[in-house]
């Protein structure tokens, strides 16, 4: 993502336990999933849930709409 950034290639950025505020690329053309989870943001090494969630429960058809959004 931070290298993309660099050059005018557009950036559909995926977030899972870290947030987005404090990592986005601030002057790229980026579209950021992430999803807003009370565990968020944990950093931890291990899932607290077991299960990613912050990351899994994005959705291909999210990642491929947003895609589309630069085509």
């Known amino acids: 993502m931070h290298i993309a950034a660099s050059t005018p290639t557009p950036i559909v950025a995926l977030f899972g336990s870290n947030l987005s505020p404090y990592n986005v690329p601030w002057q790229a053309k980026a579209i950021i999933i992430e999803k807003e989870l009370i565990c968020r943001p944990c950093d931890q090494r291990n899932c607290i849930s077991d299960d990613f969630r912050c ?9 491929y709409t947003a895609c589309t959004q630069f085509l």
């Open 55 to 63: 990351i899994r429960t994005i959705t291909p058809v999210e990642v």
